[in-house]
């Protein structure tokens, strides 16, 4: 799989990554032996990059990935973190202290000494104007805690901010088809700065997957049933912020645009992939067969220029007006 260097960690990464945020929770349930298997199908499908957080299942993602990694020393794999949402979303917890406390608990769940990545988890959009903040993340670095730091945002503007730091490695941001405001002023800021940028939510919470109705019901512990409008965290997180009806109907006619040989979630990342300023995308996976296809969209052809003014043209009549202006 094609390999792209994450911003300033100076590390190469695959282009499509796997998202574990469902191996933790707030998906349904996946049991230890799927989970294992899926991250096994990934890294045996080219995936080099995995993506945590310490909150995704109380550290039970992190905890499977540590145990697959050590039952695999051979298996190449970057894995960035988040931390931030063990705590009330205040600035003031955002200190020292609390940074080396869960770099340890962090730490102790993969099994490292140092931690490649490190990303604040979305957190309060004061935090990014601290300078007290950024030079806590640098003492983690000059500790070995951690071998660089990176931020998960909300907001393009969260995310220009970040980029104007001069430690920040990387940035993730929910990018595709349904989100396509980060290609305006974000990804070319990061590519100026030498940031990477980590694609997440890349469809849009499974709707650009085509395989849902307006009649589709989730799990009740799954964030599609009780998140639809920010009750649990950013209602961006789920569908993009698209209310499901209209992402439904969007979604079907992005379908068409898959090519015969495709599908409608490879054509989804593939555009993703081919975004200039793009490190990874980082689908999530809840069986090995979903890992495999995911991978799969790193061998797509580009998409024409065509697909591409399709898209944008999709996103300007049914989706620019539900999310352009917050997110």
């Not at 991250?39 to 080219?46: M, Q």
């Not at 907001?155 to 088809?177: D, F, M, Y």
């Not at 490879?266 to 990874?280: E, F, K, M, Y």
């Not at 069986?287 to 296809?293: F, I, K, L, P, T």
């Amino acid at each position: 799989m094609e390999q792209r260097v994450l911003g300033r960690t100076g590390r190469n990464v695959s282009v499509v990554g796997l998202g574990t945020w469902q191996l933790g929770a707030d998906w349904g349930e996946v049991a230890d032996e799927d989970a294992i298997t899926v991250l096994d199908a990934a890294v045996e499908s080219g995936v080099t990059f995995f993506d945590t957080a310490d909150v995704y299942g109380d550290g039970r993602s992190e905890q499977l990935i540590g145990r697959y990694l050590s039952e695999r020393p051979d298996a190449d794999v970057f894995v960035a973190t988040k931390m931030g949402r063990r705590v009330d979303q205040l600035p003031e917890n955002y200190v020292l202290d609390n940074f080396r406390a869960w770099n340890d608990r962090s730490r102790k769940n993969l099994g490292v000494d140092t931690l490649d990545l490190v990303q604040l988890h979305c957190p309060p959009t004061a935090v990014y104007s601290s300078d007290e903040v950024f030079d806590a993340l640098d003492t983690l670095v000059a500790e070995q805690r951690i071998a660089a730091y990176g931020v998960s945002v909300e907001t393009c503007e969260e995310a220009l901010a970040a980029i104007a730091r001069p430690g920040t490695a990387s940035v993730q941001i929910i990018l595709n088809p349904f989100r396509l405001k980060p290609l305006e002023e974000v990804l070319p800021a990061a590519a100026e700065a030498g940031v990477g940028i980590i694609a997440r939510v890349p469809l849009a919470s499974g709707l650009l997957s085509g395989k849902y109705t307006k009649d589709t019901v989730f799990a009740a512990d799954d964030h599609r049933t009780y998140n639809r409008h920010g009750e649990a965290f950013d209602q961006g997180e789920t569908f993009s912020g698209v209310d499901f009806a209209t992402g439904v109907e969007a979604a079907a006619e992005f379908a068409e645009l898959a090519g015969p040989d495709s599908t409608p979630a490879r054509t989804a990342l593939r555009w993703i992939i081919q975004q200039p300023g793009v490190t990874s995308v980082i689908p999530g996976a809840r069986s090995a067969g979903q890992a495999r296809a995911n991978a799969a969209a790193a061998d797509e052809p580009p998409l024409s220029h065509s697909t591409l003014d399709a898209v944008r043209d999709l996103y300007d009549r049914r989706i620019r007006a539900q999310v352009h202006s917050r997110w």
